[in-house]
């Protein structure tokens, strides 16, 4: 057969004398391409009888023929096979018994006029056909063929014994023997059943062991008892044993019906080494294809053994993984309480739990301060739940999300008929978390005015409803929280000292998250495992390449920048994520980042410079990011940063940022 391979704009020529050959990445493969989306052994291409097919030998990515998906087909010439964008074509086909005659180069009548030396050459190269054919069943045919050409028979038969099974009397029973191949001269397949064969004289052959020859059945006398030969009209007979492993397993029948004495001397010789030959090569046949099948068997094993092998690394990791996990937390002493829903185990958060149980049995005022996105409200709500208050409101207020009318209400709530829209009286949230906990969070933005009202009541322990004249007595313990320095705006003037010391009695500092060494990929892991059950479906895996990744990022919106990552990461990852499933602000500072990013990330690293600088750099520039993606838009702007439209207004006027429209 012949192929033509189609790659990369060029083409190859592929021919071969053997009927079964192999396709694939492998070295092995006769047709051997090196791609990666070919497997190793992608395919086989094997004869069948007088047919040649294609069988895909379970590719990962499939085979297509003349333009259809398919596992296993029947070829012609001029048929297309694609596999991993290479074409191949079978470009030329012989049967094996087109071989058998262009080898032979003569019919029966040409055979009895040849002379010795051509009839050895063509015997000689039917030998080398027989002993080159690789598929069991193509070889038998081209048995059956080359016996009907060089001994000039009518019909050629090949029976095969599939069972050594014996009757009562010592015969081989019939239902042994099964028709393998019946040929007629021309090529032409026979469908005969085994009740169109004398059996009497099949057995016999096996029974001897040895050549049946007869110039005219009917009239042999031998054959006298078997009614078959009669019926049959059986003239001029061959049969010759084939011999496996030193046993008589086959017969290779030949017959003339038109012609006495059609057998000579010299075509029983001829059928007697043809026998001889044929044996060995369906020995051998049987061989390769027993080798064949084991090497298919070890191929699946291995590929078996391979996927068990990354099931099985993928789990060590997830074990390992969450080991990690466990010993970070086994081996560093996170405090006397429980911060089980504080994630870390760095250094930094260790000196912040250890500031924790100092600061948690008290009722003094606590400022937590920190970047925006580095978890103050978690803290807040650690001091409040393990305290001795624990039974009572834990209240929260963001003081940048309200203007100075509203907030007043929400704090020191308001009577009935205090302003427009006051319906009904309502209780503040100091009211509301007596007894308990008030978290204001960015209270540095509040103005002069509500810190006034603020700090009077943190002084005399007492409120007054707006549009009341009288006052209540509340006892909480307040939590402040702010991401700029409070000192830095007492001392320009923007802060009143006397609250900033009335609220900032113990002080926690919280880490950025870049400055938590180790806790990024502990993080990643449960903020991702959070945001799979928020969307209802299983938890990817985060394998150690897409770790490092977010580990060398700067994260400079800290752990709400990696919450929202992880969020964006459920919704494009498949069962595992990829670096390419990474947000391209991410991949960017991963791989060097932009430059002014780069300078930032060196300044940290190096220490020069004042960090309340750098970041309030990089939250000016985030802000000039935000608005101008969101076209000057700034509520669109301040969704996108994760702000209130009043404390995007607010940093807008801090850093003398241009406003724009609504």
């Known amino acids: 057969m012949k192929w033509t391979v189609f790659r990369d704009g060029g083409e190859s020529s592929h021919e071969f004398e053997e009927d079964c050959i192999r396709i694939g990445r492998a070295h092995e493969c006769d047709i051997q391409i090196s791609i990666p989306k070919i497997s190793r052994h992608h395919a086989d291409v094997e004869r069948r009888g007088s047919e040649l097919w294609y069988v895909d030998q379970g590719s990962a990515n499939g085979s297509r023929l003349n333009g259809k998906s398919v596992r296993e087909s029947r070829l012609a010439v001029g048929d297309e096979v694609e596999i991993g964008g290479v074409r191949l074509v079978l470009a030329e086909l012989k049967t094996s018994s087109q071989e058998v005659a262009s080898l032979t180069g003569m019919d029966t009548l040409f055979l009895e006029s040849t002379k010795p030396e051509e009839r050895l050459r063509a015997f000689s190269q039917i030998a080398r056909s027989l002993a080159s054919e690789g598929n069991l069943e193509a070889l038998l045919t081209l048995i059956v063929d080359s016996a009907l050409t060089l001994v000039g028979g009518e019909r050629g038969f090949l029976i095969m014994l599939e069972d050594q099974i014996a009757d009562r009397s010592g015969e081989l029973a019939t239902d042994a023997l099964r028709v393998r191949v019946a040929r007629r001269f021309d090529g032409s397949s026979i469908n005969l059943p085994n009740g169109r064969l004398s059996m009497g004289l099949l057995t016999k052959v096996l029974s001897e062991g040895r050549a049946l020859v007869s110039v005219d059945a009917s009239q042999d006398e031998r054959f006298d008892a078997m009614a078959s030969v009669e019926n049959l009209r059986l003239r001029s007979i061959m049969g010759l044993p084939i011999a496996l492993d030193g046993d008589v397993q086959g017969v290779l029948f030949v017959d003339n019906r038109l012609q006495d004495s059609a057998f000579g001397d010299s075509q029983i010789e001829t059928g007697e080494l043809l026998a001889a030959h044929a044996a060995t090569a369906i020995q051998n046949a049987r061989i390769r294809e027993d080798l064949k099948e084991k090497n298919r068997s070890l191929e699946e094993a291995r590929l078996q053994v391979e996927r068990l092998n990354q099931e099985l690394g993928l789990r060590v990791e997830e074990q390992d993984n969450a080991l990690d996990v466990v010993r970070s937390e086994l081996n560093r002493e996170r405090g006397r309480y429980d911060y089980s829903g504080i994630v870390g185990s760095s250094d930094a958060m260790v000196t912040i739990f250890a500031q924790l149980d100092r600061f948690i049995d008290g009722d003094l005022p606590v400022l937590i301060q920190g970047e925006s996105g580095t978890g103050k409200e978690l803290f807040a709500r650690a001091v409040h739940f393990n305290s001795k208050r624990k039974e009572l409101p834990f209240v929260t207020e963001n003081c940048a999300a309200l203007p100075d009318s509203l907030l007043e209400s929400e704090l020191f709530g308001h009577v009935r008929g205090a302003f427009t829209g006051a319906y ?206 969101s076209g000057g838009n700034k509520s669109k702007a301040a969704r996108n940063l994760g702000l209130s439209r009043f404390a995007l207004q607010r940093k807008l006027d801090k850093y003398g940022l241009s406003t724009a429209k609504e």
Not at 437 to 454: H, P, R
Not at 501 to 525: E, F, H, N, S
Not at 540 to 559: C, F, M, S, T, Y
Request: aromatic share 2%; hydrophobic share 40%; charged share 30%.
């Open 424 to 629: 009904k009286a309502k209780r503040g949230l100091f009211e509301q978390a007596n007894g308990g906990t008030l978290f204001l969070d960015e209270v540095g933005e509040m103005s002069a005015e509500m810190q006034k009202k603020l700090l009077r009541v943190l002084q005399e322990g007492e409120l007054r409803a707006v549009g009341s004249e009288k006052t209540t007595k509340v006892n909480v313990r307040l939590v402040a929280a702010s991401n700029r320095s409070l000192s830095e705006m007492v001392e320009k003037g923007e802060f009143r000292e006397d609250l900033y010391y009335r609220i900032c009695v113990l002080t926690l500092a919280l880490p950025p998250l870049r400055d938590r060494k180790g806790d990024v990929p502990v993080l990643a892991r449960h903020l991702l495992a959070r945001a799979a059950k928020e969307s209802a479906r299983s938890v990817p895996h985060l394998p150690i390449d897409v770790l490092e990744v977010l580990d060398r990022h700067v994260w400079p919106g800290n752990i709400r920048e990696l919450e929202n990552e992880m969020r964006r990461v459920i919704v494009l990852a498949g069962d595992s994520v990829a670096v390419d499933n990474l947000s391209p602000a991410v991949l960017q500072t991963s791989t060097g980042g932009t430059d002014d990013e780069q300078a930032a990330a060196a300044l940290l690293a190096s220490g020069g410079g004042d960090m309340r600088e750098v970041v309030a750099d990089l939250e000016k520039r985030s802000i000039e990011a935000a608005m101008v993606e």
